[in-house]
């Protein structure tokens, strides 16, 4: 596609519910990130995916985050069991050569857990 | 670890008037350093770069940033703010060959008329 789409723009999910947060990367873009920004904690990285394999997932802030890519496209990032402190913008990046090009976001996905 | 330093989280400026963000990064190796713009309710647009070329970068809308070895710096400017300019800007270096970003806390810039 023309850029990185992320679905929904807006979630509400209630305490303790599992959410599923989609992002659709640039085609061919092999590189994708997934960063959460909120307010008292600014930009995060989150994770990394080369392909389908996620050689960098420092970020995931507990074991409750989990995220997957497959057809070295289309990433989901999946929440379980959702708190309150997870309320953020999610934001998905995606890049085929950082280093001459950047990276490329999409508009975020904004997360309010209730 | 590194990190980014954005001094000032908010910054006003008349219309017109030179427009200067500043970045401090720490860095033990030769970052690539960015500058991002985020206008309301919408992601994060690339402005400039640094990835070891010229050390004056220019970027889109009139802007430009000077990486500054000796001062681990990355200042960004504008000759002349335009009302358009508006919004939160952060600064952010890839420390590591999988081009994860560091980001810092952002600057949010208000341009008066």
């Known amino acids: 596609g023309a850029g990185v789409s992320q679905s929904p723009s807006n979630k509400v999910t209630e305490k303790g519910k599992d959410v599923e947060l989609r992002c659709d990367p640039i085609?061919?873009?092999?590189?994708l990130y997934w960063y959460r920004q909120s307010l008292g904690q600014g930009l995060e990285f989150l994770i990394y995916?080369?392909?389908?394999?996620?050689?960098?997932k420092s970020g995931l802030p507990s074991d409750r985050f989990s995220a997957e890519r497959t057809g070295g496209s289309v990433s989901t990032l999946t929440i379980q069991r959702t708190q309150q402190e997870d309320s953020a913008v999610y934001l998905c990046?995606?890049?085929?050569?950082?280093?001459?090009?950047?990276?490329?976001f999409g508009s975020g996905t904004r997360l309010t857990v209730v | 670890a590194q990190s980014v330093t954005q001094l000032g989280s908010h910054v006003s400026v008349s219309e017109g008037a030179l427009v200067l963000l500043r970045c401090n990064y720490s860095?033990?190796?030769?970052?690539?350093l960015f500058w991002y713009v985020q206008y309301p309710n919408q992601g994060l647009q690339l402005l400039l770069k640094?990835?070891?070329?010229?050390?004056l970068v220019k970027g889109i809308n009139g802007f430009e940033a000077e990486f500054k070895k000796s001062e681990t710096s990355f200042h960004l400017t504008k000759p002349s703010a335009h009302m358009s300019d508006a919004a939160e800007y952060f600064c952010?270096?890839?420390?590591?060959?999988?081009?994860?970003?560091?980001f810092g806390q952002g600057t949010t810039l208000q341009v008066k008329p």
């Open positions: 860095s033990s190796v030769p970052p690539y």
């Open positions: 640094y990835t070891s070329a010229a050390t």
């Open positions: 085609s061919g873009h092999t590189a």
């Open positions: 995916f080369q392909g389908n394999s996620a050689p960098d």
């Open positions: 990046a995606s890049s085929l050569d950082w280093r001459n090009y950047g990276y490329t």
């Open positions: 952010a270096v890839s420390p590591s060959n999988t081009g994860k970003l560091i």
